[in-house]
């Protein structure tokens, strides 16, 4: 079996878009950052007038684009 360059199918703001207009129902994540780190997520949130969940679902479908071929 070769390995082969294939584009997705989907572009990060399709899957982004996806994810942001789903019925589907939503699952809580919860992790453990440094005060400092918080700090710095909620005010770049504020600055961009977006929930930290928004910024967070689309760091995860960036993440996982990069393996939607295995």
Do not use: F, G, H
């Not at 703001?13 to 994810?19: A, G, N, R, Y």
């Amino acid at each position: 079996m070769a390995l082969t360059a294939k584009r997705p199918s989907r572009t990060k703001d399709q899957l982004l878009e996806e994810v942001r207009d789903t019925n589907e129902p939503k699952k809580r994540l919860n992790a453990d950052v440094e005060a400092s780190l918080y700090r710095r997520i909620k005010a770049r949130a504020v600055v961009e007038e977006r929930s930290i969940s928004d910024i967070t679902r689309q760091i995860w479908v960036e993440y996982l684009s990069k393996y939607l071929n295995e």
